[in-house]
C-alpha cells in the first residue's frame, strides 16, 4: 500500500469516527466493508485499502448532505409547524 493511501485512509476514518461516535470501530470497518463488497462473505477479509478510502468518502457525503435519508428531516423536528388559522363559518356550511 502507498504510503499516502494509508495516510489518507487513517485521517479518513478517523473522521468518519468523529462523525459517528456511537458506533464502535469494528462496527465502522465492518459498515465500510459492506459499502464497498456489498454483504457478502468474505468482504471485510478481501476489501483493499483504496475500496475502503471510496467507501468511507461516499458514507462522509452522505452524513454531509442534507438528504431524509441521513436522517435531516430531523434537523429541525422542535420546530413547530405554524397552524393554519380557521375561518370562522356562520352556520350556514
Do not use: C, Y
Request: charged share 25%; glycine share 6%; net charge positive.
Amino acid at each position: 500500500m502507498k504510503v499516502a493511501v494509508h495516510d489518507e485512509l487513517m485521517e479518513s476514518l478517523a473522521e468518519l469516527r468523529r462523525a459517528l461516535p456511537s458506533m464502535r470501530l469494528g462496527q465502522l470497518i465492518a459498515n465500510m466493508a459492506t459499502v464497498a463488497r456489498g454483504a457478502v462473505p468474505g468482504a471485510i477479509w478481501e476489501m483493499e485499502d483504496e475500496e475502503l478510502l471510496a467507501a468511507i468518502r461516499w458514507q462522509l457525503q452522505q452524513l454531509s448532505s442534507p438528504t431524509p435519508a441521513n436522517g435531516a428531516e430531523h434537523a429541525n423536528s422542535n420546530i413547530k409547524p405554524k397552524r393554519q388559522k380557521r375561518r370562522r363559518t356562520n352556520g350556514s356550511s
